[in-house]
């Protein structure tokens, strides 16, 4: 069974910066899309970011540049960025791998922004 286990999160001021990683729990060949979700309280889950295989890459319009996607395809893993972060950044973030038409999930890390 894969497992992803996210990393990275915390409490963090207003402008201040961090870095998600998320990795499987074994080593996965030809990996799909990666995707990082977030969900704030009492709100729905919403797509922050997402990387294809190809390296193209999608941003919500609200983290449009001062978050960056990125992947390791050799470590499994993918990464976060996020920098010049605001109060409503706060949420529990997920990561999602796309293998062999299954979307597997990691239990999601929070991150909360003072402000």
């Known amino acids: 069974q894969v497992q992803l286990v996210e990393s990275g999160g915390g409490l963090v001021q207003a402008g201040g910066s961090l870095r998600l990683s998320c990795a499987a729990s074994t080593t996965l060949f030809n990996i799909g899309a990666m995707d990082w979700y977030r969900q704030a309280p009492e709100k729905q889950r919403e797509l922050v970011a997402s990387?294809?295989?190809?390296?193209?890459?999608y941003y919500l319009a609200s983290v449009k540049g001062r978050f960056t996607i990125s992947r390791d395809n050799a470590k499994s893993t993918m990464y976060l960025q996020m920098n010049s972060l605001k109060p409503e950044d706060t949420a529990v973030y997920y990561c999602q791998m796309e293998h062999t038409f299954t979307n597997y999930w990691g239990k999601g890390i929070l991150v909360t922004v003072s402000s």
């Open positions: 990387i294809g295989r190809d390296g193209n890459t």
